[in-house]
């Protein structure tokens, strides 16, 4: 995966068009075969869209995980059945008995580990149907509640009976619910009326480039130095460095035994990724462990200490 067009774009999404409507125009402008994005974002929303391209989608499943950090509006005194501006007004509540102390608190509860209910508004699915197009014909199911992580929640001021927060969250967290929530902890309503996603993992709103910039960039030739080289996406998974003898039996997908590893990070366990290196610093690999790092010591060394999730040479 060396070619230009194997890499990942940092697009700015506006406000309007959905997140596969970039993707497409993504791949009308480059004409590339194969194209995906990190991270959905509703029309209304704005912001921070990785998108892979060609041999680089080999790589979503490793980026889809990664943290998001997002600066939200909320309107205080009613709530939608969308939990946003586009949606009808479900019910109302009095903006003005909320002081921006109280906004303050309440948006510290919920900081944390907890469940979350996906909005029937969303791109969920129930037997194969989105739950969205259930909602458009009338109908309301039950959704089991999700875990998600709030790792910090920030208010940044209030203006009028709109509230400006910004908040960093696991992925798979709905904003949007969020501040339906926060409406019913508050006791007022609230639906959120903006959003701006500003990172996703690495990815950070600053250096984003928009459709306009890209179309220049493939026009004028500066296309490689705008986009992230794929290894440099997922520099944030720990490495694992392999002997030479073995890279080519990684190549066709074998696993990892004990014999095959030079260097190893200090602390590994299942449920975690990890590149896998050889001695000319190619990525090789992405690898997941099936032990942790106190039984390796008594394995044999022909013994499985980590299983392929995605050979990348």
Same mark, same amino acid.
């Given at each position: ?26 791949? +009308? ?11 959905? $974002? ?25 943290? +998001? ?34 906004? %303050?608190?309440? !948006?510290?509860?919920? @900081? ?8 029937? =508004? ?9 739950? =969205? %197009? ?23 001021? %209030? ?11 696991? @992925? ?11 409406? %019913?902890? $508050? ?24 459709? +306009? @910039? ?28 392999? +002997?030479?003898?073995?890279?080519? !039996? ?5 696993? $990892? ?54 050979? $990348?040479?």
């Amino acid at each position: 995966m060396t070619s230009t067009l194997n890499n990942v774009i940092n697009l700015f999404k506006p406000v309007g068009p959905t997140s596969f409507d970039m993707v497409w125009s993504v791949r +009308k402008i480059l004409g590339v075969k194969k194209a995906g994005h990190i991270g959905t $974002l509703d029309p209304m929303a704005e912001g921070v869209l990785p998108i892979c391209l060609n041999q680089s989608t080999r790589i979503i499943q490793f980026l889809s995980p990664l943290t +998001k950090t997002y600066r939200a509006t909320l309107e205080l005194g009613s709530e939608t059945d969308t939990q946003d501006a586009t949606g009808k007004v479900l019910a109302t509540g009095d903006p003005s008995i909320v002081t921006e102390e109280q906004i %303050k608190q309440i !948006l510290q509860t919920f @900081a944390g580990e907890q469940d979350q209910i996906p909005p029937m =508004y969303s791109a969920k699915k129930k037997n194969g149907i989105p739950l =969205y %197009k259930l909602a458009r014909n009338g109908i309301n199911i039950v959704r089991e509640p999700v875990r998600i992580v709030v790792y910090s929640i920030d208010f940044i001021r %209030k203006e009028g009976t709109q509230v400006l927060f910004e908040v960093h969250c696991s @992925a798979g967290t709905y904003i949007r619910t969020l501040s339906h929530d926060i409406g %019913k902890k $508050l006791g007022c309503c609230a639906h959120m009326v903006r959003l701006t996603r500003t990172q996703v993992g690495p990815f950070d709103l600053e250096r984003t480039l928009s459709l +306009k @910039a890209l179309e220049i960039a493939r026009e004028d030739g500066s296309l490689p130095g705008k986009l992230i080289p794929w290894e440099e996406a997922i520099n944030f998974l720990p490495a694992i460095r392999v +002997k030479d003898e073995y890279l080519k !039996l990684i190549s066709h997908g074998v696993a $990892l035994s004990k014999s095959f590893i030079e260097t190893l990070p200090d602390r590994f366990e299942p449920g975690h990724y990890f590149r896998v290196f050889g001695g000319n610093d190619e990525v090789l690999a992405v690898v997941e462990p099936v032990v942790d790092q106190d039984t390796l010591p008594g394995m044999a060394p022909e013994e499985i200490v980590f299983k392929p999730k995605r050979v $990348l040479c």
